[in-house]
């Protein structure tokens, strides 16, 4: 009874929530996209968007179904590329490996933005993948070495103990296999898109091409 009163709850909030409730900036341009992005997280960042740097990756698996996951942005390099991380034998890491394309998208509800990257995704060199996990916290590195990523659990104190196990070692100074990886999208297209209250959004898609980047707009 409570779970379908819940249900019932939230069909009534869904049609009362408040929707582009942030302020939107100037719109802006430039024939770069990597330099529009780095200056709309920037701006994002300024002005307190919570967890600025979160990304949805997007990818399909060998049967061509969809999956999607929230990540944290690794880096990304003037050439158009966008970096993030995890485990090459988790579900994204495998689903990468059968199908080596994925979708990066970032949103920012407090400026009314949103960016959406397309393009074919490359793991690093084993040197800049472990760098990466030598830069994690002690924490976050016993986590990932501590069982086997997407798969079934069945206790969580198992889990606990595995971690707790694994920073232990950590702390004493081993360092383990792991398979860390850091994974590079090289972008085909960059969609900006910029909110209004209006409801007169602007949309922007900036595809690669053989010699830079060809600008689009496009209806909102």
Avoid at 104 to 120: A, D, N, P, Q, Y
């Amino acid at each position: 009874m409570g779970e379908a009163n819940a249900v019932e709850r939230l069909g009534q909030r869904l049609l009362d929530v408040p929707t582009l409730t942030g302020t939107p900036p100037d719109w802006d341009g430039g024939s770069d996209p990597v330099d529009r992005f780095a200056r709309w997280l920037l701006d994002a960042h300024d002005h307190q968007a919570l967890e600025p740097y979160a990304l949805t990756l997007s990818t399909v698996d060998a049967e061509g179904a969809p999956d999607a996951r929230i990540l944290i942005l690794k880096g990304i390099r003037p050439d158009g590329a966008w970096a993030f991380a995890g485990g090459a034998s988790s579900s994204k890491g495998i689903q990468l490996q059968h199908h080596p394309v994925a979708a990066l998208t970032f949103h920012w509800k407090e400026r009314l933005r949103s960016v959406r990257i397309r393009g074919r995704v490359q793991p690093a060199d084993p040197q800049e993948s472990n760098a990466d996990f030598a830069s994690r916290s002690p924490a976050s590195r016993a986590a990932a070495l501590a069982g086997p990523t997407s798969q079934p659990l069945a206790d969580p104190a198992q889990q606990a103990d595995a971690v707790a196990a694994a920073l232990s070692g950590l702390e004493k100074g081993e360092t383990p296999e792991h398979d860390w990886t850091l994974w590079w999208l090289l972008a085909d297209q960059v969609e900006f898109w910029q909110g209004s209250p209006d409801r007169q959004h602007h949309r922007e898609r900036y595809t690669r091409t053989g010699t830079g980047w060809d600008r689009q707009l496009l209806w909102a």
